[in-house]
Nanobody, 121 residues
């Protein structure tokens, strides 16, 4: 099994910044991509940004220009730097990792437990 441990959420005023971190640990897992999703009350979970092992990134339109995703492959850690935060960014943010689990030899998709980000106006 693989565990994803998130940190860095909290309460911030509009215009402020937060940095989320997510570290993967556990079974031997060749990670192809890691990313961040978010879910606001009453809404579906949506992609915020993801990054491949090669460094290719993908952002939701709402995140472009304000958020930056980065990754440390050696530490199996992904980061999300969020600047110019808006009240509409308020949500639970979930870390995601997709890759190849050596035992049992299959691709798997894992989620973190979520971290709350609240942006006050």
């Amino acid at each position: 099994q693989v565990q994803l441990v998130e940190s860095g959420g909290g309460l911030v005023q509009a215009g402020g910044s937060l940095r989320l971190s997510c570290a993967a640990s556990g079974s031997i897992f060749v990670i192809n991509s890691m990313g961040w999703y978010r879910q606001a009350p009453g809404k579906q979970r949506e992609l915020v940004a993801d990054i491949t092992s090669g460094g290719s990134t993908n952002y939701a339109d709402s995140a472009k220009g304000r958020f930056t995703i980065s990754r440390n492959n050696a530490k199996n850690t992904v980061y999300l730097q969020m600047n110019s935060l808006k009240p509409e960014d308020t949500a639970v943010y979930y870390c995601n990792a997709y890759g190849y689990l050596v035992v049992p030899g299959a691709h798997r998709n894992y989620w973190g437990q979520g971290t709350q980000v609240t942006v006050s106006s």
